[in-house]
């Protein structure tokens, strides 16, 4: 599976932002599509995720009520919308596949295939 994210850059406070991931190259689908951030100096921190039926989202609440997870299943790909940025969400983004069945994990170690980031940078 190979995931590549993009639609990060710098943007003032309050604005808000959609990342994209296109997911491409599976045999088998998988189970969900995760996001993770992670700041300089700190660890990856998961931040929402979509069951790749689309049927359900998992959002963390440092975030929850700010963002939106969705996909475009015709065009393979996985959005984030982020509103009303603050300088504290500033960090690369990464899109993730799940490919365990069961529940969306928040656990990255159980994402099996990872994009390559796109960094968000949020100045005050």
């Not at 932002?17 to 998988?30: E, F, K």
């Not at 603050?86 to 994009?115: F, S």
Request: glycine fraction near 12%.
């Amino acid at each position: 599976v190979q995931l590549q994210a993009s639609g990060g850059g710098l943007v003032q406070a309050g604005d808000s932002l959609r990342l994209s991931c296109v997911v491409s190259g599976y045999t088998a689908s998988p189970y969900a599509l995760g996001w993770f951030r992670q700041a300089t100096g700190q660890e990856r921190e998961f931040v929402g995720g979509i069951a790749w039926t689309g049927g359900f989202t998992k959002y963390a609440d440092s975030v929850k009520g700010r963002i939106t997870i969705s996909r475009d299943a015709a065009k393979n790909t996985l959005y984030l919308q982020i509103d009303d940025l603050k300088p504290e969400d500033t960090a690369v983004y990464y899109c993730a596949a799940q490919m365990r069945w069961g529940r969306i994990e928040v656990n990255e170690r159980l994402y099996a295939h990872w994009g390559q980031g796109t960094q968000v940078t949020v100045s005050s």
